[in-house]
């Protein structure tokens, strides 16, 4: 499976369509993951969602038309718990107040909360300490965004994941139309909104003193000009919901998706009382509903979450019937390749098969390499362990970091930092930028059980981008890793060995009936790994040294045993 966004190549898609087309690429891919700028978007690089109509700024209908003549089918996202500020739903909620018929489309916090909490003096309800601290944030404080109605009134929203406000310039202008302010007034009430603003307080906050008759009128035109960014969670306890995710589904349908990636599933059932994030029944019961209108429309759903390796949601989801995302091999393979030992990639390869998980790897991504799914967790009064140690977790963070590698953090609702949640980085330079690392990685994953996703920056042994991630806008760190490659960077690439030896390992997992046949791990010691796939016709087999990363591959069939491919380090 390839995976990028529509522009990460050239100019739109047909760039990388015209790329796929290219002799080198003859065979390699059966699937592409398209990432979300795909559609109408506005910040966090396509999954904060307008809507789900194509962008043609990027995309031709007739481009996803050549996939398919490819042989390439696609994979789409539906972003679950959020839409854009944008969207024309929220539009009309903000334009139309309590008559907006989208009201009850997105969660009112305080209606939320309502019996469950206490009204703050900032019109904010703050649920009961032991609701709150169930609450799993994404960001510093309350998951909120302030409306201001067109009545006048002031309504929080549940916003869990990015917001911005920023006003347009105050001048006196702005309060000339409010009889009885003057020139000078409206001049003097400018210059003390912008020092509130420059603040962070809150308008309603401000002691307007002897104009306080004017104070409704002046916050009215304040708020005029006012601009939200911001991804505002949907409220699934409202059929208009339930109809949106049907419609959406059935327009992904006609695009020609096969996949649909379910983002950020794991938030949308909210109760009090319980987390927001991954509660039960809820969540299967919106899972198991999402499935039968997908395969309504002949489509595959697969959920994608983030959880810790010992608090086994990734084993719930696979009972289920779900594949999952392998968020434990990134960190895995980086561990492997550094400390030259195979224990706990074997221990994640043994749960793989043992538990019959479907998943789909990667090494890097358009996200960041994972860190805290690979932790152990507390689970009913027992502390089940991870896949790697807290020191060994911590290991791999610093030599990340030490590589050029940016954290991003979770949060409390006190605003503390609880835990790294990613690393942010391309996965060349989290090895350290060593080609034979990055050669060696990527015959892992093709031996790897499941469906091997590559990020096309990987492919192309891309390093990390300081500049985009200094920049960074709404997206922040994770722009490291998502480098626009111009066609002559294509062009280049495919003169390099790192690039021509990937395509080589990627098309023969794409057309051997070997990984259509049984796995076998043949036992070694611990600084060597050695993985067999059999099949009738052909056995294929990786030997690979974790410590100077030299491997072979060889094949086996009724013309005898030949190597294929062999690096030396």
């Known amino acids: 499976m390839f995976n990028a966004y529509p522009d990460s190549i050239g100019r739109n898609l047909a760039d990388t369509v015209q790329m796929l087309k290219r002799p080198e690429f003859k065979e390699v ?12 978007s506005d910040l966090d690089r396509g999954f904060s969602i307008i809507n789900y109509d194509i962008n043609k700024e990027l995309v031709d209908p007739q481009n996803l038309d050549e996939l398919n003549e490819l042989g390439i089918q696609t994979k789409f996202d539906l972003v679950l718990n959020h839409l854009s500020v944008r969207s024309p739903q929220f539009v009309d909620l903000l334009q139309n107040g309590n008559d907006s018929p989208y009201r009850e489309f997105f969660i009112d916090w305080n209606e939320f909360w309502k019996g469950h909490g206490t009204m703050g003096n900032d019109g ?72 509130v603003i420059k603040s962070g307080r809150r308008l309603e906050s401000i002691d307007f ?11 009215d035109a304040v708020y005029r000009k006012r601009e939200f960014l911001g991804q505002m969670d949907l409220n699934a306890r409202s059929e208009l919901v339930w109809d949106f995710y049907d419609e959406t589904l059935r327009k992904l349908s006609k695009y020609g998706a096969k996949i649909i990636r379910l983002d950020a599933f794991a938030y949308l059932h909210k109760d009090p009382g319980q987390a927001n994030f991954f509660n039960r029944p809820g969540t299967w019961d919106y899972l198991e509903r999402l499935r039968g209108i997908a395969q309504k429309y002949g489509l595959i759903i697969f959920p994608e979450i983030h959880a810790e390796y010992g608090a086994g949601i990734h084993e719930e989801i696979a009972q289920e019937g779900y594949p999952i995302y392998d968020f434990f091999f990134p960190g895995l393979v980086i561990n492997a390749l550094d400390q030259g030992n195979n224990a706990a990639l074997l221990h994640w390869i043994s749960d793989i098969r043992t538990r019959g998980l479907q998943t789909i790897n990667m090494l890097g991504s358009h996200d960041g390499i994972p860190v805290l799914d690979l932790k152990g967790k507390q689970v009913d009064g027992a502390y089940r362990p991870g896949l790697l140690s807290n020191e060994q977790i911590e290991a791999t963070i610093e030599h990340i970091i030490e590589r050029g590698g940016k954290t991003k953090n979770l949060y409390g609702a006190d605003g503390k930092k609880i835990d790294y949640y990613q690393v942010n980085a391309t996965f060349f330079s989290a090895l350290g930028e060593d080609e034979q690392k990055l050669r060696l ?6 031996f790897m059980p499941g469906v091997p996703q590559v990020w096309y920056l990987d492919l192309f042994a891309g390093t990390n981008d300081y500049a985009a991630a200094e920049r960074g806008r709404t997206a922040g760190h994770k722009e490291i890793n998502r480098t ?3 066609i002559i960077d294509i062009e280049s690439g495919l003169k390099r060995p790192i690039v021509l030896d990937q395509l080589k390992l990627i098309r023969l997992r794409n057309v051997s009936p070997a990984f259509d046949g049984e796995m076998k791990i043949i036992e070694t010691e611990a600084h060597l790994l050695h993985i067999s796939w059999q099949h009738p016709e052909v056995t294929l087999t990786l030997k690979a040294n974790l410590c100077d990363h030299s491997f072979t591959v060889s094949q086996d069939d009724d013309a005898g045993e030949v190597v294929l491919m062999s690096f030396e380090s």
């Open 441 to 446: 990685a990527r015959a892992i994953q093709m």
């Open 124 to 195: 904010v309800v703050m649920p009961d300490k032991e609701h709150l601290d169930k609450l799993f944030m994404r960001k510093p404080g309350l998951p909120i965004l302030k409306l201001r109605f067109p009545d006048g009134s002031l309504k929080a929203y549940w916003n869990t994941f990015y917001q911005k406000v920023e006003f347009d310039e105050i001048t006196a202008q702005d309060f000339a139309h409010i009889k009885g302010i003057d020139q000078q007034l409206a001049s003097d009430i400018a210059h003390h909104i912008k020092i």
């Open 484 to 486: 626009t490659l111009k």
């Open 29 to 40: 891919f059966s699937l592409f993951y398209i990432l979300p700028t795909i559609f109408h």
């Open 209 to 219: 003193e002897d104009i306080v008759k004017y104070k409704d009128e002046v916050i």
